[in-house]
């Protein structure tokens, strides 16, 4: 090792260290002139995530990314990470309010972890919001009375209930809106409730997001479409990716999205605990893909029991999609234990013919995002 | 839009241009700084992945990074990226050769995906490597006879017959390794057929890697280790991460690192197959977390059926494994029909006691890539 200590090398890690230490300087006053830019469109009201301008911005320097003889890729991985973090500072700064004279925002459930979400990002947008919990009932009609919208935002399995002995009386004008991660029943619920405006929200991000940029929000339209435009709008300044939906197409997306994920991953870790491996050797053992596999299915239980209860319990259509599903492992297996190996090359044939090119993309994409786990990788 | 192409704007945008054609050049100088420190190593013969030098510096840059006012995540990740790009780039430069004496390397099966990746790099170290595969049987004794190594790199269903017909004559000195990614069977077969140096690679990393830095490389040891430590250096010159295992908790880990894994994402295809949902629409809807779920199970069904069946089939403990799951999972499906939301609950909670801090652990990571998974979401 002592030849390593040699002057060249020292010469070179002293270069490495200046490079760097401008490095951190530049990205300081690229991240602050970004910040202008943002007060800026702020105060326009622009949507603060421009997915054409941004991809026009990453090709151009690309091109002069490959000019100066470093990798496209580089470059675009590196400012989409600047990206990132300029969104997480700009979501502070506040937004333009696009309705001033709306009335009260009421948020019931918005001391919640998805409710506050919405409660701060309506107060940073000018709005006057008040939430209302379980022990703020009493106070709740007159909020009611003066109220442009109401969010609800409670545990599913209570949320068709509130809305039908609550909010029978809320303000003609006012728009009733939900964010339940279903939406036939609540939404037949509101609109029975509620002669004005309806808004079925699902907000597809988790209670740890840190900016609404980039984030999935699916939006069915309930009734007076026209009186909560200003609302999509709003959410879109906000950086959100709204998406239409039929409600009974949503609700049978997610018994896939939701509630196969959520239960599968629930039955493999009880499997993995049942089997009872070595944890930390299994780890030291992994592959990338099977590190962030593992993660995937330890996460879920990092998390809130009685939620994922709710959303697997709560819809019937999750019942009958995973009794399905175990019916064909059922049938896998049968052919595992009968060591049916042209079979299994036969079925996975057909699967693949199915995905079409997207197999092929989600091997791309997961291969970049493989590399990223593999750099962070510290253990 | 119109406000938006006032002057400030148009100034600010100028700015940011500026700023990141400065960034370019950076990031140039940097890579080629760290080419030059790679010689140096390369050289010395010092490994390319150096985890306490990294991490050193790392902290140091995270706190200069704090003192300019930006975080320390931001340029955690950013140097991360950047040195990703350095090992990819000396993945092409030579490498300090250990054993300069140690006549052929013969890889069988080196023109395979995975061996053509070992053969490259024993080329970029300087070794007379030659390639045998199935039609070059002819030649294979005579280079047999002047090999210091042979590694073994064929489909794991033709390995155990291959090493006890074609590798008993080789000379005494001769290192017989194998990458098979099960190692009782393919070792005792190797420990059978020649009575010198026997060493089990498992190398976890598919055929799409890069670099080896940081690659995870599980190894057993079956006879004479003296003879080969200089294969584990060099390997870690390559900028592998070594793990010794014993051969039976290697098997007993791959079952639930490989055959789990591959064998529920199979089901998972063919279910979704099944289900035939709306493929676009489905990603639309999406969370990052069920979009990377989905690309996990999806990018499967781009790959070779006839190497996962292999891997799948290869093993009797898969099957008796993926049989208790299957019996876990018709009891948690009963509980689901049975509406018994408690017993979920309180399952749920035994499995987060299984977990402990991993969770946790599991939740921040995949918190993570999750961010940067979206930074690079494009539809």
Redesign the interface.
Known sequence: ?A??S?D??DQ??D??DV?????????????S??A??GE??ST?G?PIYA?DRE?AMLAK?RA??DT????GD??E?????????SYHREKDTGFKCLKPDLGRVVVIGGAGKLGSIFVRMFRLSGYQVDIVEQNDWADAPQLFAEAGLVVVSVPINITEQLIAQSLTHLPAHCVLVDLTSTKQQPMNAMLTAHQGPVLGLHP???P?V?SMA???I?YCDGRDNQDYQWLLQQMAIWGAKL?A?DPS??D???T???G??H??S????????????N?E??L???????R????????????D??L??DI??ASPE??A??????A???Q??KM??A?D?AG??S??????D??GD??????L?????L????????V
Chains 1, 2 share one sequence.
Not at 68 to 71: K, L, S, V
Not at 266 to 277: D, T
Not at 284 to 290: G, N, Q, T
Not at 347 to 352: A, I, L, T
């Open positions: 090792m030849e390593l040699c060249a090398l070179l890690r270069k490495i490079v760097d230490s401008q490095l951190i300087d530049l990205l300081a006053q690229r991240l002139l970004v202008e830019v800026v469109k326009a622009v997915p991809a320097r002069e990314a100066a003889g470093i990798g580089l470059i991985d590196i400012l989409r990470r600047l990206m990132r973090e597809m991000f988790g740890d840190v980039k984030q999935v699916i998406i939906a197409e949503h049978k997306a997610m896939l999205v939701q196969m994920r239960f599968t629930f039955v493999y870790g009880q499997h993995l605990a049942a089997e009872n491996p944890l050797q299994l030291e053992f992994s592959s990338p893909i099977y962030l596999e593992l993660a995937m299915v330890g996460r879920l239980f990092a998390q029991s009685a994922y209860a697997i319990f999750n019942r999609m995973l009794s399905r599903y175990l064909r492992f059922e896998a297996n595992l234990l060591g190996r299994f090359i079925s996975f044939e057909q699967v693949s199915w995905f997207y197999s092929e993309q989600f091997l994409e997961s291969r970049n995002l590399m990223q786990a593999s750099d962070s990788r510290t």
